[in-house]
C-alpha cells in the first residue's frame, strides 16, 4: 500500500541518561506529519468510554492504579506490561514472526521514551500478544503487539535504563505494572507444582462435612468416574480427574480421530453417513472438523484460558496459538493433537471406549450409581452393558439429542434455551480479501503471505421501530451476526439424521481454500417456538429439526444444500441462472431460501445483511451464495446445575458440562468448564480440598491432595 506524505517538518530535541559509571547525551529527530485536508477518512473513530461505559475490567484496573503506588525500587524488580504497540505492516517480519523485531525495539524504546531503540536488548521482551488491525480509520495496516518487559533482566542486560524504568508510570490499557512475572503453565505441571502429599492417616480419610455431597472412600479404593463424551470439556475433565488419582473411564459414541476421518471420508465421497461417527460425534467433538478456532469471550489473560492453550501446545499445538490475536488450528493440526492427548490420558490409566453409547442412567435413591452402555453401531438392545460408578460426568455436545430426552425420563431438571438460527454465506476469498485490504490483499497469497488471511465479524440490532417491513406480529428485537467465520475454508454437512440437512464450515491450518465462509443467523427464543406450536424442554431441538427436515426437502434429498445468492435472497427470487459455485462437496441445488424460514426471521436476516453490505462494501454480490440451513450454532437446552459444585440441581452424582449442557460455546470455553468441573467433581469425591481457584487461580496457599489406593 503506497504511503504518500505532504509537508513533512522535522524538530530536534535531545535526551540525556546516566548511570554511576557514566552520562550520555544524544540527540534525535521527531518526524510529524501534516496531512492534506481533503484526505478522506471512511470510518468514524469510536467514542471513547468514560464513566459508567467503562467495562468493569476497565474499572478494576483503574481503581488498582489510583490505589497503587509504586516505588522506584519495585519498578526495577517486577514485570510492566506494554500494550498497543503498532508497527507497520511494511516493517513488520510478517504474521509468522513472534519474535522481537527491530521494529518492535523502535515501538517500545518510542514508549519508555529511550533515546536509542538498538541498545534496548530483546531478550528482556517477551511476546504475549499480535493481532493485524486493517481497519480503515487507521492511517494504514499495523501489527499491534502486548509486550511483557522483564525489568530486572532489562536493567542487568543494560544498566542505562533504570532511570526511564523508575520514571514509569501506569497508564490503563497502554502501561501497566504487572508486579511478578506469570506463573501459569500447562494443566500437568500446574497439578503437579500444587501437589501437597499428606502421608498421615487422617489425611487419607475422607470427612463427608468437608466434602459437599460426597462420600466417604476407603484407603484402598479409588472414586470411579465415568466421563461421557471426548469433546473438550470432557478431555479435560478426564485429565483433570486422572491426575488427582480417580479410576476413570472415557466414553464416546463416536470413533477415534482415524476412524472418524475414513467415516467423513466416505460421507463426502459416497454419500454414506455413519450415525455415530461423523462431523458432529466422534474424539474431539463437532470442533475436530471445524476450523478449529480458539478465541473466547472469557478472555485472553485468563489463567484458565492460558491453562488450556498451553495444555495445547503440550499436547502438539504450534507455539503461536499462545501469541497470536485470533488463534486456531485448524483440522490437520487437531488430529495427531487429540491422538497425543488420548495417549497421555491412557497413560494415566483412563480407559477410553470408543464406538460405545450410554443408553440410560443406573439411579438409586436419587443418586447415579452407574450407566447402561452398548456398542453405538449395533441398534438392537442385546448387547446392553451396565458399568457402575460414583459419579457421571455428562459432557455431550449440542446433537446428542437422544441423551437428553433419556435425561427427562429421570427428571433431569432440563430447560429450553434461545439459540441462533441461519444460513451460511460464502464469498471467494479474493473477494474478502479486497474488501478488507484494499490494495494489500495481493499480500495474503493463499495463507503463505506476510498477512493474516481476511476474516470479518459483523453484527446487527433490528429493531420493529427502525425496521417497517418487519412483520407487525414481531415485537421482539433481534440480534443477526455473524458465526463461525471460516476464511479459506468450505461448507460441511453435519447432519446426524438422513433426513435432515445441517451444515457448517470447516477449514485447514493455513486457510487456503478459495472460499470463505460464515453463519450468518438471528437469535430465537420461546416465543419462536410457541409460534410453531412447539412446547416443553425440548421445543428447540423440535424448533432445529423442523427447518433441517425442510431444508433437506428443498435440497431434493442425497444430502444436496439448497442455495441462493444475496441478491435473488434479498429481493424475494428465485433467477433462472446458474448459481456460481460452491465449496459444498455433495452438490448444491437453487431453492427459494427466504421461504425456509417464517417470515419474521426472513425479514430480520435480510435487513441485517443489506446493514453487513454497508459496513463491508462488496458482501451483497452475484458471488455470495447463501446455503441452508445452520440451526447448531449452541445447545437448544439447559441443564441446571449447583454454581458451587457443578453437581445436577435434582440428581446426586451427575456433572453436565460444555457446550451440549448449555455452558459454552467452542473449543476453549468447553475445555475451560471441563477443567473447573473436574475439580469440583474431585473435590466433591474427596480427591482433595481447598477452593478451585487455589489451583486455577494460582493462590498462593497449599492444596492437600489425597492418596487414595
Known sequence: MPIISHHLTFSFNKFSFSSSNCKFQFSIFKQSLHLPPSLHVRCAKKAKRTGKLRYPSERKKLRLQQHTQIDATRKLEGVWRLLRLGVSVHEDPGKDFWCVSEALLKEIARVLEFPVASMLPPEAFTVVRKSFDARKLQKEPKFVYTVDMDVRKLVSLEPRTWEFISELDQKAGFIEFLHHESI??????????????????????????????????????????????????????????????????????????????????????????QLESNFCFGEGGAGTWSDGKLVTRIGRNNSSVLTVLKTLVHFGAPCSILVDGKPHLGTDRLVPLLRNFRRYLQELGVTIRFGTRVDDLVVKSEHIVGVKISDSRDQSEACCQKLGCDAVVLAVGHS????????????????????????????????????????????????????????????????????????????????????????????????????????NGMSFSRRSSRWANAALVVNVSSKDFDALNLSGPLAGVEFQRTFERKAALMGGGNFVVPVQTATDFLENRLSVTSVPPSSYRLGVKAANLHKLFPVRITEALQHAISMFDKELPGFISNNALLHGVETRTSSPIHITRRSDTCESTNLKGLYPIGEGAGYAGGIVSAAVDGMHAGFAVARNLGLYDGSIDSILGWLPFPIVFRTLG
Not at 211 to 216: D, Q
Not at 229 to 258: K, N
Open 400 to 503: 446428542a439429542r437422544d441423551t437428553y430426552h433419556m435425561l427427562l425420563s429421570h427428571n433431569v431438571d432440563v430447560v429450553r434455551k434461545d439459540f441462533a438460527v441461519g444460513l451460511r454465506i460464502e464469498h471467494p476469498q479474493e473477494l474478502i480479501n479486497s474488501i478488507q485490504y484494499s490494495g494489500l490483499a495481493s499480500e495474503v497469497q493463499s495463507g503463505r503471505g506476510k498477512v493474516p488471511v481476511a476474516d470479518y465479524q459483523v453484527a446487527e440490532y433490528v429493531n420493529l421501530r427502525d425496521v417497517d417491513t418487519l412483520s407487525k406480529s414481531d415485537s421482539t428485537s433481534r440480534s443477526c451476526y455473524s458465526f463461525c467465520m471460516c476464511p479459506g475454508g468450505q461448507v460441511v454437512l453435519t447432519s446426524t439424521d438422513p433426513s435432515e440437512l445441517c451444515i
Open 184 to 273: 501459569s503453565g500447562d494443566l500437568m505441571s500446574t497439578i503437579r507444582n500444587h501437589r501437597k502429599i499428606d502421608d498421615t492417616a487422617s489425611a487419607r480419610e475422607v470427612h463427608s462435612n468437608h466434602v459437599t455431597g460426597g462420600y466417604k472412600f476407603p484407603a484402598t479404593r479409588r472414586p470411579k468416574v465415568v466421563v461421557v463424551g471426548s469433546g473438550p470439556s470432557g478431555l479435560f475433565a478426564s485429565l483433570v480427574l486422572a491426575e488427582v488419582g480417580a479410576e476413570v473411564t472415557l466414553i464416546e459414541r463416536g470413533q477415534a480421530v482415524e476412524q472418524r476421518g475414513r467415516d467423513i471420508g466416505a460421507l463426502v465421497v459416497r454419500r454414506m453417513l
